[in-house]
């Protein structure tokens, strides 16, 4: 068996340790005489696996007792109607902010579902610049009536991250998609009213979506709603009104088991510090062989996209990084380019030979 160093967005490389002992559980889990994927998720073994889960999700994250935690489906998508639907009542106005393509289309979809009965309002965005940085705090205008704040920490495709220190500041409650860097750093959860993030880039397969949210925002949804899409009634039923990803929250729990092992997200913050800063580094140094648009103090740890200056090269980069054991490099169609996704399984090995192999292209090519 051989393993690429695979830099895909999401879906995206898993711990191998992980995989490895889904394997050795696949047909028999602890003794139950057959695997995860085929028990009941009202049954003991199962219901074992996702409270150990949310125990050790929350004790990663330090999530406060006021919070619920629960395991949907539809993805971080669904979530862009999910918040609207729960959270946003007929007459009130919500504001976001638009930072990068996954902050649009969250506005785009809460527009969608609201239209005509509440109000979506931009209170800042970065598109006229290119989305390269995150907004500084005169760029915001907020509604201090609306009825939340939405906005995306980490851009996948811009490579725009902010930390939980460079919230706005505001009364109104924070609704955050963390799709891309959750678990890559210790956050307040406290300053947020609600977290969601797909599974598939720093947690587990796809399929479950992790929500978090303070308890105070739940059953403010209307009665006409779909019972799935009610964050009350999934959080009363433990995220099981009805069947849940199993699969998926199992390698979830095993990730998060894993991250325990690596000293938590302390310990992981260092690590893709550093693994960011050798990537960056080798972009900055290459005299503009290689660029990253991003401003400086907002550049993402775990999507960095860059451009070769001499976009006919694109092609050979690719392939020859296909060829030494690199995959996934090539960026989202609508920047172009190269992006290099290092989240917390991808090893610093795996970003020192991406590393190795920029530099020698370059000296190469040049
Ligand atoms: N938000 C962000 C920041 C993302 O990166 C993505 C997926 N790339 C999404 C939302 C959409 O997620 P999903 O495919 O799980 O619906």
Redesign the pocket.
Known sequence: MSRVWNFS??PAVLPAEVLEQVKDELLDWHGAGCGVMEMSHRGKEFTSIIEAAEADLRELLGIPANYRVLFLQG???QQFAQIPINLLPAGKSADYLVTGS?SKKAVKEAQRVVAGTANVRVAGSTEASGFTRFLDAGEIDLDPNAAYLHL?T???IHGVEIDCARLPATAVPIVA?L??HILSRPVDVSKYALIYA?A?KNVGPSGV?LVIVREDLLGRAPATIPTVMDYAVMAENGSMLNTPPTFAIYVSGLVFQWLKRQGGLAEMEKINAHKAELLYACIDGSEGFYRNPVRVADRSRMNVPFTLARSELDADFLAEAKAAGLVSLKGHKSVGGMRASIYNAMPTDGVRELVAFMDDFRKRKA
């Open positions: 967005a999401g993805g971080a998508t996954w995306c980490n851009e996948t998609d799709s891309s797909g598939q979506t």
